[in-house]
């Protein structure tokens, strides 16, 4: 996702708030738009995560709590299905990506004293596995790299593309490669997956379990918390030919529907990207609906449903203290590329 305008700069938060800007910013671009909100990882300080080098996806339990008190006060937070079935002003749904272990131990216990639903997104090959995300992997990689001596690097960037030869540059940034792998060919995943080498050993041990139980998502879903396809191995959906993205959707929806038995289920976009391809291949699969990010600001329909995203910039000031004006503006996802389409008039009309 994008950054928010929201992200960076804590006094133009207060002034967008307080303004009233903000008010009018909802009735025009926001009248119809669902609010869903996403999470990833929840944590408290006796947890190991350092397999996590993202911070962006880590959620520290005070600050989760201190949300869910204020979101329980000003919304009133329904499942996916009432958001679509109708949903009205001041209504939020929350979500979380991806099915890591925090969700039950720090997340779950949240929810359930407040006696709120959420869904989670599981990447099912991942559930209860203590096995390192592929993309948590590559950062690590890309940070040894970068760290490395300057002979060391030359020689591993030689017959590189120029364009992995600029971002290997310590000067570039560690997420403008991930950025670049991504959206590259397979061939390009390659060239760069070579020059970075194996990983080390033990570089990615980790003292606790990641993901999900079995059991837990069992527990979960018996009080009230729906589950969802997140795929299968969380791969990037248009690196895939036809066959393996069929595989991803089917073999994940089989195993949603095998551990929580539900009467239906959602999907959600890996890193939020797609293509018309990716999202017809979900709709024929018999999804209910799908998430997204706000990485395709125009979109906004059953089959690619914007999400803001939580993180603790967005949320908090300076002196990391939970900033409710912050917490707003970010809510009301208030990015530079609605406004361009706002002022456009590319905003799109109908929602659902």
């Known amino acids: ?9 804590n006094f133009s938060d207060l002034l967008i708030y307080y303004s009233g800007f903000l ?31 993202q911070s962006s996806l880590l959620m520290p339990f005070d600050l989760f709590t201190k949300q869910i008190v204020y979101l329980s006060n000003h919304y009133k937070i329904v499942s996916l299905d009432e958001m679509i079935a ?50 948590e992997r590559l950062r690590s990689k890309i940070i040894r790299f970068k760290d490395a001596p300057y002979d060391q690097r030359a020689r591993a960037i ?19 490669v991930i950025t670049a792998y991504k959206e590259s060919s397979t061939v390009g995943r390659s060239e760069l997956d070579n020059a970075l080498g194996e990983d080390s050993e033990n570089s990615f041990s980790n003292s606790q379990r990641i993901f999900l139980s079995e059991q837990e998502i069992k527990e979960m879903a018996a009080n009230g918390i729906s589950f969802g396809s997140h795929s299968k191995s969380h791969p990037i959906l248009m690196w895939l030919d036809d066959k393996s993205l069929l595989e991803e959707l089917k073999g994940s929806k089989e195993a949603v529907e095998r551990l929580t038995n539900p009467d239906h ?14 999202k017809k291949a979900v709709q024929e699969m018999g999804f209910v609906g799908a998430v997204q990010t706000f990485r395709h600001a125009e979109h906004c329909d059953l089959f690619a449903l914007p999400r803001v995203g939580m993180s603790v910039m967005s949320l908090t000031g300076f002196n990391g203290r939970f900033l409710k004006a912050k917490t707003e503006v970010t809510l009301a996802a208030l990015t530079k590329e609605r406004i361009s389409l706002l002022f456009q008039n590319k905003q799109t009309k109908e929602i659902i």
């Open 158 to 176: 030689v017959g590189l593309s120029d364009k992995w030869k600029t971002l290997l540059t310590r000067k570039c940034s560690v997420d403008s």
């Open 265 to 278: 289920i959602w999907f959600s976009y890996p890193d939020g990207m797609f293509t018309p391809r990716e």
């Open 86 to 135: 109708g949903s009205q002003p001041g209504t939020a749904a929350i979500t979380f990506d991806d099915g890591f272990r925090g969700v039950y131990s720090r997340a779950f216990p949240v929810l359930k004293a407040f006696r709120l639903p959420a869904t989670v997104f599981l990447a099912t090959d991942y559930v209860g596995t203590s096995e390192c995300p592929w993309w």
């Open 23 to 53: 008010f009018l910013w909802r009735l025009i671009a926001n009248r119809q738009r669902p609010l869903v909100i996403y999470y990833h990882e929840v944590f408290d300080i006796n947890d190991d995560v350092a397999w996590c080098q």
């Open 1 to 9: 996702m994008r950054n928010l305008i929201s992200s960076h700069n």
